[in-house]
């Protein structure tokens, strides 16, 4: 295989990103479980910290890894979708993984498919990739995201010592829902036997069903936020947060952290209890802020050009879509005008996703499709905003929006790229070319 033909074969296969028909997602980890042994079950070979939740675990996972290389670890992480190449999804100590070595684990994975009894998803082989090339490279621990739920996840081969569940919203209800109780319980599959839970939920409805999954299982322990861990300040600072910080063993002050948001705050934290959890002991205070301090999160209200200013943020649910616009109203407060660029999948009521961007009270909405096989037809965005009273443009591309919308906007104003995280990595591609975060 070269590059172009291991995406070729990754292509071929099912892919419940543009795909999640109910035929398609159905609920199955015999196929996993049976790759991975023809493997040499990889996953055995190293400790994993596998979080899950609505919105936050990309950012945890990539605060958490920060903290366990700044620690001295060699830490292979695994997350999803990627912005603009699959490399981004199998990472080594942050960094994502080469060409070659993708496609040499892509092949050697690709050839243990004829001896299964049934066709894996395209999630399931790159599941198995990543877990492989770990165990190749001889990682000391691997953070693995969940890909969607938890319990029926194909990443769920794994046994934790530490799980992570950053939070429960309304999301994926037609798979994993229909309410918040139904996706806590599927999130709950994740906690195994001897796992420490990072529990970063914190409705009281909603805690106790943890705790039965942890007992039902023998979890260790389930660390609560707010109980356990924590911040106790969370403050907004030029270009990102201070905050304080404390887990159940240490109190951490004045840590910065360069990223947008008074939710990251929430992150920081789980990630920094399930750095502790994980090595059952406190970290020094100088890894904790220099960890921090190097942290990136590209797509995550992640600033990429200025004058005008132009913020690329995958809000891509409701919840999120809520707290993006929040955390630009605080830490943007100062700029006179805003200009939406969205484009969305179908599946999401865009006047809902509308609603929650604080579309109604910005100066114009342009509506772009996601390159996605599951874009929402731009013309339905711009009739939901027209709705709210905005005034609305239709591009052809999210290039096309993002060029319109710069020319269009004063230079003391913001334009907003957000939705889909297909639309942003579009438009992060456009604006700065490469995989990495802007200067």
């Known amino acids: 295989m070269d590059l172009a033909d291991a995406m070729a074969y990754l292509a071929d296969h099912i892919n419940l990103e543009t795909d999640p028909s109910a035929a398609a997602a159905e609920r199955?980890?015999?196929?996993?479980?049976?790759?991975?042994?023809?493997?040499g079950d990889p996953q055995s070979a190293y400790p994993v910290i596998h979080l899950t939740g609505t919105n936050g675990k990309g950012s945890t996972a990539r605060m958490l890894t920060a903290l366990l290389v700044e620690r001295g670890l060699s830490v292979g992480t695994y997350t999803s979708p990627h912005l603009q190449r699959v490399n981004e999804r199998l990472s080594w100590n942050g960094s994502p993984i080469t060409d070659e070595d993708l496609v040499e684990v892509v092949e050697a994975i690709a050839a243990l498919e004829p001896l299964l009894d049934g066709r894996p998803t395209h999630f399931e082989l790159l599941t198995a990739?990543?877990?492989?090339?770990?165990?190749?490279?001889?990682?000391?621990?691997?953070?693995?995201?969940?890909?969607?739920?938890?319990?029926?996840?194909?990443?769920?081969?794994?046994?934790?010592?530490?799980?992570?569940?950053?939070?429960?919203?309304?999301?994926?209800?037609?798979?994993?829902?229909?309410t918040r109780r139904d996706i806590a319980t599927e999130k709950a599959g994740i906690v195994k036997a001897?796992?420490?839970?990072?529990?970063?939920?914190?409705?009281?409805?909603?805690?106790?069903?943890?705790?039965?999954?942890?007992?039902?299982?023998?979890?260790?322990?389930v660390w609560e936020r707010d109980v356990?861990?924590?911040?106790?300040?969370n403050r907004l600072a030029h270009?990102?947060?201070?905050?304080?910080?404390?887990?159940?063993?240490?109190?951490?002050?004045?840590?910065?952290?360069?990223?947008?948001?008074?939710?990251?705050?929430?992150?920081a934290a789980c990630a920094l209890?399930?750095?502790?959890?994980?090595?059952?002991?406190?970290?020094?205070?100088?890894?904790?802020?220099?960890?921090?301090?190097?942290?990136?999160?590209?797509?995550?209200l992640e600033v990429v050009a200025r004058s005008p200013l132009c913020v690329l943020d995958g809000a891509h649910n409701p919840a999120g879509a809520a707290?993006?616009?929040?955390?630009?109203?605080?830490?943007?407060?100062?700029?006179?005008?805003?200009?939406?660029?969205?484009?969305?999948?179908?599946?999401?009521?865009?006047?809902?996703?509308?609603?929650?961007?604080?579309?109604?009270?910005?100066?114009?909405?342009?509506?772009?499709?996601?390159?996605?096989?599951?874009?929402?037809?731009?013309?339905?965005?711009?009739?939901?905003?027209?709705?709210?009273?905005?005034?609305?443009?239709?591009?052809?591309?999210?290039?096309?929006?993002?060029?319109l919308a710069l020319s269009l906007a004063a230079a003391d104003e913001m334009v907003v790229v957000t939705g889909s995280l297909y639309a942003v990595g579009a438009a992060r591609a456009a604006l700065i070319g490469d995989g990495q975060p802007a200067s």
């Open 28 to 39: 199955r980890l015999d196929r996993i479980r049976s790759l991975v042994e023809l493997a």
């Open 129 to 178: 990739a990543a877990l492989r090339w770990f165990a190749d490279i001889a990682v000391d621990v691997a953070v693995i995201e969940v890909g969607l739920g938890g319990r029926w996840d194909a990443t769920n081969v794994v046994d934790a010592a530490v799980a992570v569940v950053t939070n429960v919203s309304l999301d994926h209800v037609e798979t994993i829902g229909p």
């Open 194 to 221: 001897g796992t420490t839970l990072v529990l970063g939920e914190t409705d009281p409805d909603l805690t106790p069903i943890f705790h039965a999954a942890a007992g039902d299982v023998g979890a260790e322990a």
């Open 228 to 233: 356990e861990y924590g911040w106790s300040a």
């Open 239 to 267: 270009g990102g947060r201070v905050l304080d910080l404390w887990t159940p063993a240490a109190r951490y002050a004045d840590v910065m952290v360069p990223v947008h948001g008074a939710f990251q705050g929430d992150n």
């Open 273 to 300: 209890a399930a750095a502790e959890a994980f090595f059952a002991t406190p970290l020094d205070a100088e890894v904790v802020t220099e960890a921090l301090a190097a942290v990136r999160l590209p797509g995550r």
């Open 323 to 403: 707290a993006a616009s929040a955390a630009l109203a605080e830490t943007f407060a100062g700029v006179r005008g805003r200009i939406l660029v969205v484009g969305l999948l179908d599946g999401r009521d865009p006047l809902e996703m509308l609603v929650a961007l604080g579309a109604a009270g910005c100066r114009l909405v342009v509506a772009c499709p996601p390159p996605s096989p599951r874009a929402l037809a731009p013309d339905v965005v711009a009739d939901a905003a027209a709705g709210l009273g905005v005034d609305t443009e239709v591009a052809d591309s999210v290039p096309e929006a993002v060029a």
